[in-house]
Structure formats: C-alpha cells, structure tokens
C-alpha cells in the first residue's frame, strides 16, 4: 500500500497532510496528465461538520486507480510506494489530482 501525502486541506477525510480513510479511489481512466485525474472520495468539509468525531490520519492506504495509463498501475490498484494527492483550496472533486501521476512510455 502506498504511503499518501495529501493537501486537499477542504477535504472532510483530510488531517495533518493524510487522509484518513482506509482506502481511496482514484479516479481518470482517459488521463494522460496529472491533472486530468482526481480523487474520487473528496467531500467538501463544511462549517461545524465533523468538529466532534476523533480523526486520524492513516498514512498508508489501499489506493484503487482507474488511471490505467499510469505507469504505477497495476489491475487498478497503486504500485507506487508513495503518492501525493493534491488540491489545496479545491471545492470539487475534480479540483484534486494524483501529483504522482506518470504517464506510460
Ligand atoms: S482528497 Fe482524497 S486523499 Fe485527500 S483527504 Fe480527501 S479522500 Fe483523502
Ligand atoms: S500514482 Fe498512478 S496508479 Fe498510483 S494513484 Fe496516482 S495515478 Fe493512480
């Protein structure tokens, strides 16, 4: 499983530059670029949501990817052994992406 840093900081499952979910999906089948790709499991944190449930940051997850044109896809898991989701600031899902992302030769 990889190791995933992540900055989507308006994201309800962020803390401490992690996630804290268990696994994530990575979507962006057609991707050739970084930027075409984005995690599928972002929901915008909003005011007074989730103030009083203990989160935890996971630093390795299960990471499922549809970016077969990766070259760290492996049957739409993550063969990497470190990722980085980004999207500071991002309000939608598709304000986020695998920095990570290489595409295939
Ligand atoms: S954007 Fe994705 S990786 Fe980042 S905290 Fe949210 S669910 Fe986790
Ligand atoms: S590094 Fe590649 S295979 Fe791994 S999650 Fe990112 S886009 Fe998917």
Redesign the pocket.
Known sequence: MPVLDCSVNTCVHYADNCCCRREIL?EGTHAHTDNE?CCGNFDERREGCCENSVREANTQLS?G?E?IN?V??ADRK?S?EH?GIAGPNAKMADQTM?A??QARG
């Open positions: 990575v790709t990471v990817c970016a990766c760290f896809n993550c990497a990722i695998c990570s992302f």
